[in-house]
């Protein structure tokens, strides 16, 4: 298949490399601007959970505080009933007075050093809490700076790919500018829009570069002649002589 002797000679191949090549540097410029911005939001993503991570534990700080001051007062109240037990069992009357008090003692002591044990637990729970928190400021804070440094630099090389980008914008209107309105159709529909290669060598054993498809010899001396576009009629792409690579 041949697009018509209308675009006959090397130059328009040339031409329409030439804007391929502009094609694929904006595609490149594209997927950074890109990667650039999911770097940003992973990172972002990454303080977002160190914050909430950090909130978490500052919450289990203060349950543990309250904790503490919750069994403080149970220890106090206890030693308050333990000291006003041994003072009754001082004026006891009988031995089923001492007894009684004695054991109502026994008791007093019991649930002060349960008291006491749950109070020395969570102390060492807040502990343990605000250790965690103090690691997990220190990692948000690291995160927080690294987001702050590296969101500068991408801000710095994104106005440059932006800067780019529309430098090439007005080079491939320059260069479609140059080419034939039928050549340039066909390389729009070759190359999906310059989403994709629109142009491929005819290899030295005659077959599409990109495909594989064997290309009439008929065909192969028109494209190594350079006569006109050719197309393979395998997967749609321009065949050009291998030389113009």
């Known amino acids: 298949m041949t697009a018509g002797e209308s675009m ?6 040339e031409e329409l490399l030439t804007l391929q090549e502009i094609d694929h540097r904006i595609l490149k410029i594209e997927d950074q601007l ?11 993503e ?10 978490r534990i500052r919450a289990e700080v203060e349950e543990a ?9 149970a220890v106090e109240a206890g030693r308050a009933t333990l000291k ?11 031995m089923q007075q001492h ?30 809490a605000r250790g965690a928190l103090k690691a997990a400021e220190a990692e948000l804070g690291e995160a927080t700076a690294q987001l702050a440094e590296r969101s500068t630099a991408v801000e710095g090389l994104r106005t440059t790919l932006e800067g780019d980008l529309l430098h090439c914008g007005v080079s491939r209107r320059t260069q479609e500018s140059r080419l034939d309105r039928r050549a340039l159709q066909l390389y729009r529909t070759a190359g999906g829009g310059g989403r994709q290669a629109a142009l491929a060598e005819l290899t030295v054993d005659g077959v599409c570069g990109r495909c594989y498809t064997a290309i009439p010899k008929q065909q192969q001396t028109e494209i190594r002649a350079r006569r006109h576009l050719a197309i393979c009629e395998g997967c749609g792409i321009i065949l050009y002589p291998g030389s113009l690579a």
């Open 34 to 44: 890109e990667s650039l911005g999911g770097e940003v939001a992973g990172l972002r």
């Open 8 to 13: 006959q000679g090397t130059d328009i191949v």
């Open 84 to 94: 006003r037990l041994e003072a009754r069992s001082v004026a006891v009357a009988n």
């Open 99 to 128: 007894l009684a008090v004695r054991s109502e003692t026994d008791t007093a002591r019991r649930n002060l050093r349960a008291a006491e044990d749950d109070q020395l637990d969570a102390m060492q729970d807040v502990e343990t």
């Open 65 to 73: 505080e309250g904790r503490v001051r919750q069994f403080h007062r």
């Open 46 to 55: 990454t303080v977002e959970t160190l914050e909430a991570q950090v909130a």
